[in-house]
């Protein structure tokens, strides 16, 4: 049996994503965006309102960074998400980020988050949705395995949870992407 909700914003899981920006004195931003992802290959996008601070420095800036928040940055991340820079001007220092210019756009990587992709802002769309072009993505050693690829476990990110305004820690390996279902043909 099932139960019917009816519309709801909910998608699982939801990244967790803190954009990252620069204003026009140079001046680090980070803002907490729990609507975004990949929009296409080599592009991300993210829900972005017109009177965000974010917005702003992003339509003058034309980059921005989208880093993912981790289990041991959750109060930091939240409270990036629920100030405005347009209320609190040092927020960024205020949320305990300390910020290293991207070497590829004009954008803040955000020390404390572990990995980065750093985008040129490829479109805004009338309806809000801000699309990114990927120029590189930076990770810190720390997360890591043994072969030079980015351990999720490691990086250990949090999803939003929309139905109860919870964020909830990476779980387990469960499956193999593009090799368990051929089990069902006989092929594994």
């Given amino acids: 049996m099932r139960k019917n909700f009816g519309v709801k914003t909910w998608l699982y899981p939801m ?21 975004g992802g990949i929009y296409d290959t080599g592009l991300v996008m993210v829900c972005l309102a017109d009177d965000h601070k974010t917005t702003e420095n992003i339509q003058k800036n034309k980059a921005f960074t989208i880093s993912f928040a981790t289990a041991s940055t959750v109060a930091s991340c939240d409270y990036v998400g629920i100030v ?29 988050l572990p990995m980065t992709v750093e985008c040129e802002l490829f479109k805004f769309n009338e309806d809000g949705i801000c699309i990114g072009k990927i120029v590189n ?52």
């Fill in 15 to 35: 990244p967790v994503l803190i954009v990252g920006t620069y204003d026009e004195n140079g001046v680090p931003n980070a803002m907490n965006a729990a609507w």
């Fill in 84 to 112: 405005s820079a347009n209320d609190v001007p040092d927020k960024f220092a205020k949320a305990g980020f300390h910020a290293v210019k991207s070497e590829h756009v004009n954008a803040p990587i955000i020390e404390e």
């Fill in 137 to 188: 993505v930076s990770a810190d050693e720390s997360i890591l395995d043994e072969n030079g690829k980015v351990n999720a476990k490691k990086l250990d990110p949090i999803i939003y949870e929309s139905a109860t305004h919870a964020y909830w820690s990476f779980g387990e390996k469960v499956g193999n992407a593009f090799s368990d279902g051929k089990k069902i043909e006989g092929d594994a």
